[in-house]
């Protein structure tokens, strides 16, 4: 049973980290495209939300999401053994599962922000 539930582990795993390198090179790719058309300005928010109150940056806006996709790559990459040991969920399928939405979702907010920024720069 362990080596069953070892060789899952190790092809699901295998799997999240392809499809994590993937979905960050592209949250980069949109990202660095965006900051080099978007406006790089101290307060990016009125531009995208004239209504929000929140002041945020060119650079944390557009890199925070690709960032954090880059460290779980990192982290899923190096850290194999300690995930397999320190098993969040009791399967593996179900693990894995949840960290794959957890990328997805960071992944469309990185895009969306790469658009938002985008779209300032063609009006």
Do not use: C, K
Request: hydrophobic fraction near 60%; glycine fraction near 4%; charged fraction near 10%.
């Amino acid at each position: 049973m362990f080596s069953a539930h070892a060789s899952d582990f190790t092809r699901l795993h295998r799997q999240l980290v392809t499809h994590l390198a993937v979905v960050s090179a592209l949250a980069w790719g949109a990202a660095l495209y965006a900051a080099l058309h978007a406006p790089w300005v101290a307060n990016i928010m009125p531009f995208i939300d004239p209504a929000s109150p929140r002041a945020i940056a060119t650079g944390p806006y557009l890199f925070t999401a690709p960032t954090l996709l880059l460290i779980a790559l990192a982290l899923s990459y190096f850290g194999r053994e300690l995930l397999f040991q320190l098993r969040v969920l009791r399967s593996s399928v179900a693990g894995m599962a949840l960290a794959a939405a957890i990328s997805v979702t960071l992944f469309a907010l990185a895009v969306d922000r790469a658009v938002n920024a985008l779209r300032i720069s063609w009006a």
